[in-house]
C-alpha cells in the first residue's frame, strides 16, 4: 500500500515533508500519524490508511513532493513480541539505506583524514599528549593549519579570543511558511501605496468592565474576557462606516466586502500565520473570545485547516504581547488595512484641563492609499478609538 500527499487545498501543488514519526519497519495503528508535512500556509500530519509498518520510505525529510505524491511504501504490521538482533536489522533495512549510511561512514573518515592532515607530526604529538581537541583550538594560520604556537596559546587560555568559522554561522533551509511570509510581504510592499497613521486611546473604561465582569464572564463562557474582542467589535464597527477599508482591489476592480472576516495574527514557532474569525459581525463578546483562544491553540500546535486561514478581509496585528510600544504593520494581501494594536503603558495626558494618569495604548493603521484617502483612514482610526474609550457604545452598537 502507498501512503499519498492529501489534497491540502485548491491553490497547494506542493509539500515539504519536514519530520517522520515512524521509521522503516516501525509498526502502527489505523489513523496514527506517520509524517508530518509542511505547505505555504500550514503544516499538517498524514495518518496511516490501516495498521501497518513502513515497508520503505520514499521521500526524506526536507524534500518537496507533489500533491498526490507517494510518500512512503506500507506493508503489514510487524511482530514485535521480540527486539530484532543487531544482524537482523541490518537485513531488514533496504538497500538504498544502506548504501546511504556506508557513504554516511565513508564521508565521516574523509572529514577525520583531512582533520590529521592538518596537523604536522610535532603538534599531532603535542596534542595528544595534553589530552587535546583539535577542533577547539583556533588556527592563527589562513590555511587552517595548527601551530605549536597555537596549542600553547589554548593551553594557557582555553576559551578562545574569537569563535572559529564553525561556530559562527549556522545554516538552516527555510520552510516554505516562512518563504511564503518573506514573498508576501515584499509582494504587499511592492503592489500597495502603504501608509500608516497613528492614534492613542486610553484603555481605562475597557480596564474597567473587564474587572468588573471577569467573573461573571468566565463562569458564562468559561474562557477570560481579553482585550481582543472589544478591538474586533470596534473594528467590525467602524468597517461598516467605512466600507472601503473593508474592501480589495481586483484587476481593475473595487470589491467591496458585505461580509466582516477578522483576521488575528499570530506568532508561532514556524512563523506568522492569520486565522481568521469569520462572520465576526455576528458574534457576540463570549464567541469572540471562545473562537480566539481555540484559533491561537491550534495555530500552535499546527492544527490549522485550510478553512481557518482563508477569507479574511481585515487583520487585527497585536504587537504589544511581546512589548512593542509603536510599529508600522504591513498589509496582508490582498486586504487593503490591518491594525497594529501595541502596550499599555501608564502615561501622563490631559483630560479635562488636569493631568492625570492613564493607561495609553498606541494604534496604528497601515492602510493601502490607492483604494483608501487620507480622511477615511484617520475616520476610521478615530472611530475605533471613541469606540473602544466608550464601551457602552460596543455593547449597544450606537
Not at 105 to 127: D, F, G, M, R, Y
Not at 206 to 215: N, T
Amino acid at each position: 500500500m502507498e501512503l499519498i500527499v492529501p489534497t491540502l487545498g485548491e491553490s497547494i501543488t506542493e509539500a515539504t515533508v519536514s519530520k517522520w514519526l515512524k521509521e522503516v519497519g516501525e509498526s502502527f495503528e489505523a489513523d496514527e500519524p506517520l509524517v508530518e508535512i509542511e505547505t505555504d500556509k500550514i503544516t499538517v500530519e498524514v495518518p496511516a490508511p490501516s495498521a501497518g509498518s513502513i515497508s520503505e520510505i520514499k521521500v526524506e525529510e526536507g524534500a518537496d513532493v507533489n500533491i498526490g505524491g507517494v510518500l512512503a511504501l506500507l506493508g503489514d504490521k510487524k511482530n514485535t513480541t521480540g527486539a530484532a538482533t543487531p544482524k537482523e536489522s541490518i537485513k531488514e533495512k533496504p538497500l538504498e539505506q544502506n548504501i546511504k549510511e556506508e557513504k554516511k561512514q565513508e564521508t565521516n573518515l574523509n572529514i577525520k583524514n583531512e582533520e590529521s592532515n592538518k596537523l604536522s607530526p610535532a603538534v599531532k604529538k603535542l596534542i595528544d599528549e595534553k589530552g587535546l581537541d583539535s577542533e577547539k583550538i583556533t588556527s592563527s594560520r589562513q590555511d587552517g593549519r595548527l601551530t605549536k604556537g597555537d596549542v600553547f596559546n589554548f593551553i594557557n587560555n582555553p576559551s578562545p579570543t574569537k569563535p572559529t568559522s564553525k561556530n559562527r554561522e549556522e545554516v538552516v533551509k527555510m520552510s516554505k511558511i516562512r518563504k511564503t511570509i518573506a514573498t508576501r510581504l515584499k509582494e504587499s510592499q511592492n503592489t500597495a501605496a502603504i501608509l500608516t497613521t497613528f492614534n492613542e486611546v486610553d484603555m481605562s473604561e475597557i480596564m474597567k468592565v473587564r474587572e468588573s465582569k471577569k467573573e461573571d464572564f468566565m463562569e458564562r463562557y468559561n474562557v477570560k474576557l481579553g482585550f481582543m474582542s472589544f478591538f474586533v467589535k470596534a473594528v467590525v464597527l467602524s468597517l461598516q462606516e467605512f466600507p472601503a477599508i473593508n474592501a480589495e482591489i481586483r484587476e481593475e476592480n473595487i470589491i467591496y466586502k458585505n461580509h466582516f472576516d477578522v483576521g488575528i495574527a499570530v506568532g508561532t514557532e514556524k512563523g506568522l500565520v492569520v486565522p481568521v474569525l469569520k462572520d465576526a459581525d455576528t458574534m457576540t463578546f463570549g464567541d469572540i473570545e471562545q473562537n480566539i483562544v481555540e484559533l491561537s491553540t491550534k495555530a500552535k500546535e499546527g492544527s490549522l485547516t485550510m478553512d481557518d486561514l482563508t477569507g479574511g478581509t481585515f487583520t487585527i496585528s497585536n504587537g504589544g504581547v511581546y512589548g512593542s510600544m509603536l510599529s508600522t504593520p504591513i498589509i496582508n494581501r490582498p486586504q487593503s488595512g490591518i491594525l497594529g494594536m501595541h502596550n499599555i503603558q501608564k502615561r501622563a495626558v490631559v483630560v479635562d484641563d488636569e493631568i492625570v494618569i492613564r493607561p495609553m495604548m498606541y494604534l496604528a493603521f497601515s492602510y493601502d492609499h490607492r483604494i483608501i484617502d487620507g480622511k477615511e483612514s484617520v475616520g476610521f482610526l478615530v472611530s475605533i478609538k471613541t469606540l473602544l474609550e466608550n464601551p457602552s457604545k460596543l455593547i449597544l452598537g450606537v
